[in-house]
């Protein structure tokens, strides 16, 4: 998490030398964005995390030696992990589904305009996800498709055998993309409450962040 005393600590990692330029210069014209270090490859991602402790990572898909989605994996796996924001030109089920379970909290194509990207990186930075209106309808798509039965099981054995009713109720809300403000005044609990069942439930499902959790719930078809 970043703090109000400093600007978001950003890496940005792809493959293409334009894109690297053309994103370096949109966020510096950013003042509470600073892009920290830049990588050509997923194998670099680890280096970078190391030496430069970035916020937020702009992750691209498809790179020649490590992708996009290993790269988030080993990112999202470290210790107090850096937030993911996929950006590709590829908008593919697997690719938006892998990359969510992975860990990424956003993922956006190469075609959004650039407000909404700036604005994308402040969204993960506060801990909240950001995804495109085309990857949303994936994810309304994936619910619909003839897989969803068992899925739909599995999501929700899951979710009923690891949660109290009470973090089923967030789970369900956080489903719904709601903010810690939007569920405390739902739920009527404080918003420290709601960080707290938030946090407890994804130690209890393993699970990295607030996207993966609206999955399983859209996966157990819960809303």
Same mark, same amino acid.
């Not at 990857?135 to 599995?154: E, N, S």
């Not at 973090?167 to 369900?172: F, K, M, N, Q, S």
């Given at each position: 998490?970043?703090g109000a005393d =400093? *600007?978001? %600590?950003?890496?940005?990692? !792809? !493959?293409?030398?334009?894109?690297?330029? /053309?994103?370096?210069?949109?966020? /510096?014209?950013?003042?509470?964005?600073?892009?920290?270090?830049?990588?050509? !490859? /997923?194998?670099?991602?680890?280096?970078?995390?190391? @030496?430069?402790?970035?916020?937020? $990572?702009?992750?691209?898909?498809?790179?020649?030696? $490590?992708?996009?989605? $290993?790269?988030?994996?080993?990112? +999202?796996?470290?210790?107090?992990?850096?937030?993911?924001?996929?950006?590709?030109?590829?908008?593919?089920? &697997?690719?938006?589904?892998?990359?969510?379970?992975? #860990?990424?909290?956003?993922?956006?194509?190469?075609?959004?305009?650039?407000? &909404?990207?700036?604005?994308?990186?402040?969204?993960?930075? @506060? #801990?909240?996800?950001?995804?495109?209106?085309?990857?949303? +309808?994936?994810?309304?798509?994936?619910?619909?498709?003839?897989?969803?039965? *068992? =899925?739909?099981?599995?999501? +929700?054995?899951?979710?009923?055998?690891?949660?109290?009713? %009470?973090? %089923?109720?967030?789970?369900?809300?956080?489903?719904? /993309?709601?903010?810690?403000?939007?569920?405390?005044?739902?739920?009527?609990?404080?918003?420290?409450?709601?960080? #707290?069942?938030?946090? +407890?439930?994804?130690?209890?499902?393993?699970?990295?962040?607030?996207?993966?959790?609206?999955?399983?719930v859209h996966d157990?078809?819960?809303?």
């Amino acid at each position: 998490m970043t703090g109000a005393d =400093r *600007p978001i %600590r950003l890496a940005i990692v !792809d !493959d293409d030398p334009l894109v690297l330029a /053309g994103l370096r210069i949109l966020m /510096g014209g950013s003042p509470d964005i600073v892009v920290v270090a830049e990588a050509k !490859d /997923g194998t670099e991602v680890d280096a970078l995390a190391d @030496a430069h402790w970035p916020d937020v $990572v702009l992750m691209d898909i498809r790179m020649p030696k $490590v992708d996009g989605l $290993v790269a988030t994996r080993r990112l +999202r796996s470290r210790p107090a992990p850096p937030h993911v924001i996929v950006l590709t030109t590829f908008h593919h089920d &697997e690719y938006v589904l892998d990359a969510l379970r992975a #860990g990424a909290s956003g993922f956006l194509l190469k075609d959004t305009p650039p407000l &909404e990207i700036i604005a994308a990186v402040r969204t993960v930075a @506060a #801990g909240s996800a950001t995804l495109s209106p085309a990857v949303i +309808r994936q994810l309304i798509d994936h619910v619909a498709d003839p897989a969803a039965g *068992p =899925r739909r099981a599995t999501a +929700r054995a899951r979710l009923a055998a690891a949660l109290t009713d %009470r973090e %089923r109720e967030v789970a369900v809300a956080l489903g719904r /993309g709601w903010s810690n403000a939007e569920i405390a005044a739902e739920l009527r609990m404080s918003v420290p409450t709601v960080k #707290g069942h938030v946090s +407890r439930l994804l130690t209890k499902l393993d699970l990295n962040n607030r996207v993966q959790v609206a999955l399983l719930v859209h996966d157990a078809e819960l809303l």
